[in-house]
């Protein structure tokens, strides 16, 4: 597994944006699938979403397809989350996470192999 350091994460108002960032330091990087997954207290870790890294495929939990996106930049070795239209119900640690090959079950959090620290994401109402 790789490092993963994720950035980003900060008090928002309801309604407001926000773009949280996952990187590994250099080197070759391309993993088959990268996520991101987030954890409010009390609440086990769930799926956000996940984004494919060569074909940029995306898969979204119903709570935030509408208002959240992934997107990738694979010459930085990053991924992003952008959030919009942000909720109370949003805040949480959010992780970022990567697969080395499709295992699938990406929803779960057993298959994947690497894991951010978490970035604190907290929006006020």
């Known amino acids: 597994q790789v490092p993963l350091v994720e950035s980003g994460g900060r008090l928002v108002q309801t309604g407001g944006s926000l773009r949280l960032s996952c990187t590994t330091p250099?080197?070759?990087?391309?993993?088959?699938?990268m996520g991101w997954f987030r954890q409010a207290p009390g609440k086990e870790r769930q799926f956000v979403g996940s984004i494919t890294w060569r074909g940029g495929h995306t898969f979204y939990d119903d709570s935030v397809k509408v208002r959240f996106n992934i997107s990738r930049d694979n010459a930085k070795n990053t991924v992003y989350l952008q959030m919009n239209n942000l909720k109370p119900d949003d805040t949480g640690v959010y992780y970022c996470?990567?697969?080395?090959?499709?295992?699938?079950?990406?929803?779960?959090?057993?298959?994947?192999?690497?894991w951010g620290q978490g970035t604190q994401v907290t929006v006020s109402s």
């Open positions: 250099g080197g070759s990087f391309s993993p088959y699938r």
């Open positions: 996470a990567g697969m080395e090959s499709d295992r699938g079950n990406f929803v779960y959090t057993a298959p994947w192999d690497a």
